[in-house]
């Protein structure tokens, strides 16, 4: 049931699409939470479509490391990819570098084929300080092809907190 509160009205749903006002919302999934039979749960992810652009949010798929949902994000052709990255925090625990490794192909795979102009990768991957290393061949190729390509924080002019207080 919907929750209102004045003049807010909050509606619920699990997998489908609202329409508002010119503006389309979808929700895709349930998807896995990274690896395939994740026990770390379902994740949806967002879709928005207002004048002719489309936002695709990715929610908590790490990377994406299935082949899979790359092709979807390829199909759907966003023009703002919300990219939440692999955990390069992980690497070596719950990450291995074989799914580390899919994560690059896939999202490389996005950048040369999805037709994004703008890639915000984020969540997962500004958790450490070598981040940009262990991903640089995504942020090479983006730029190459003339895409934007940031974290959130460089969208808003900051610098990623996990590199604020690095010495130089």
């Known amino acids: ?95 291995n570098l074989i799914n580390f490794q899919r994560t690059l192909e896939n999202a490389l795979e996005i950048v040369e084929k999805a037709e994004c102009k703008l890639i915000i990768y984020d969540h997962h991957l500004p958790r450490e300080p070598k981040f940009y290393e262990r991903t640089k061949t995504v942020w090479e190729k983006a730029r190459k092809l003339g895409i934007q390509i940031y974290t959130a924080s460089e969208l808003l002019g900051k610098k990623p907190a996990v590199l604020r207080s690095l010495k130089k």
């Open 1 to 95: 049931p919907p929750l209102k509160l004045d003049e807010v009205e909050v509606k619920f749903d699990d997998v489908g699409r609202l329409t508002f006002e010119g503006t389309e919302v979808r929700f895709v999934g349930p998807l896995f939470h990274g690896i395939e039979y994740s026990r770390v749960g379902w994740v949806f992810a967002t879709i928005i479509e207002y004048g002719g652009e489309k936002l695709l949010h990715t929610s908590d798929l790490n990377g994406p490391i299935i082949e899979d949902y790359a092709q979807w994000i390829i199909r759907e052709k966003p023009d703002i990819l919300i990219l939440d990255g692999p955990m390069t925090y992980m690497l070596g625990y719950t990450l």
